[in-house]
C-alpha cells in the first residue's frame, strides 16, 4: 500500500507540475480513480479528503515562503480572505463528518467541473500590471469575508485547498498582478488548509503514513513535472488538462448517480 502511495503521489505531483493545475483535485481523482485499480480497495471520501488536505497544506507552507521571500504577498488582502477560508476550513470538515461519501462525491465533481471551466480563462503575464491598487470599503469587506468563508467551507468538504477559485478573483476582482495573485493565493490556501487540518485532527484519525507518503511522492513528481514542461507549450497543456478534468468529472457523475439507479 505505501507503494502504491508513493508512486500515486509521484503521479499526482507529475501532473501538477506538468501541467500547473491544482494538485489538491489531481490527488483527489489519482486516489479516487487510480488506487482502487491497484489495490482493489476504494478509500471514504472523508479519508481521501484527509490526505489531501495534509499534503496541501505542506505544499502550500513551502510555496508560500517562497513568495514571502520574494515579498510577492498582498497582506491584508491575504490576510483579510485566509482568516475567514480557515474558518470555512473547519466548518467545512465539521460539516464533512456528516456528510455521506455519496454527497461528498458530489461536492467535489462539481468543483472539479468548475476548475476545468475557469482554467479556460487566459492570464497574460503583463495582466493588469499597473492597476489601481484595492482598496477595501465596508461592503468589499463584508463580501471578502463571505467569499473566503464559502470558499474554505468548499474546500474543507473535500480536501482542496480551491486555488482555482482563489488566483481569478484576486486577478480579476482585486486587480492583483499574476504573482502577487498566486503569492497571494498560497497564503489564503495555506491558511484554508491549516484549518481544515486542526479540524481533521480534532474529529478523526488522520494515517499519517500514507500522508508523508503522499508528500513524499508528490514533491518528486512536481519537480520532475517542473523540468520537463519547460520545453511544452503551458497554455495548450493547460487546456487539455481542463478538458481531461471535466470529462472525468462527468464520469464521476454517470458513475455516483450509477449507484442510485
Known amino acids: 500500500m505505501y507503494i502504491t502511495m508513493l508512486l500515486i503521489g509521484i503521479l499526482s505531483g507529475l501532473i501538477t507540475g506538468l501541467l500547473s493545475i491544482g494538485g489538491g483535485i489531481i490527488l483527489v481523482f489519482t486516489l479516487m ?27 502550500t507552507l513551502s510555496g508560500g515562503l517562497y513568495y514571502i521571500q520574494s515579498k510577492l504577498v498582498v497582506w491584508n488582502i491575504a490576510l483579510f480572505m485566509g482568516l475567514s477560508a480557515f474558518l470555512g476550513g473547519m466548518i467545512g470538515v465539521f460539516l464533512a463528518s456528516f456528510s455521506s461519501d455519496f454527497t461528498l462525491r458530489i461536492v467535489f465533481a462539481s468543483l472539479a ?24 470599503t465596508s461592503l468589499s469587506s463584508t463580501l471578502t469575508i463571505i ?39 498560497l497564503i489564503i490556501c495555506f491558511l484554508l488548509a491549516a484549518g481544515s487540518l486542526i479540524s481533521k485532527l480534532s474529529i ?35 487546456r487539455i488538462a481542463a478538458y481531461s478534468i471535466l470529462i472525468i468529472s ?12
Do not use: H
Open 33 to 59: 480513480l487510480i488506487l482502487p485499480l491497484f489495490t482493489g480497495r476504494t478509500l471514504p471520501m472523508s479519508m481521501i479528503a484527509s490526505l489531501a488536505i495534509m499534503q496541501t497544506f505542506f505544499s
Open 250 to 261: 462527468v464520469k464521476l457523475f454517470y458513475d455516483i448517480f450509477n449507484l442510485i439507479l
Open 147 to 185: 467569499a473566503g468563508l464559502a470558499i474554505g467551507i468548499s474546500g474543507g468538504l473535500v480536501g482542496i485547498a480551491a486555488g482555482f477559485l482563489i488566483v481569478p478573483l484576486l486577478i480579476f476582482i482585486y486587480k492583483l498582478p499574476i504573482k502577487k495573485a498566486i503569492g497571494s493565493s
Open 113 to 136: 467541473v468548475l476548475a476545468a471551466i475557469i482554467m479556460q480563462i487566459p492570464y497574460k503575464s503583463t495582466m493588469i500590471e499597473d492597476a489601481t491598487p484595492f482598496k477595501f
Open 204 to 238: 478523526s484519525t488522520i494515517p499519517l503514513g500514507y500522508g508523508f507518503t503522499l508528500i513524499i511522492g508528490g514533491t518528486l513528481g512536481a519537480q520532475l513535472g517542473g523540468r520537463i514542461t519547460k520545453g511544452l507549450n503551458s497554455l495548450t497543456l493547460k
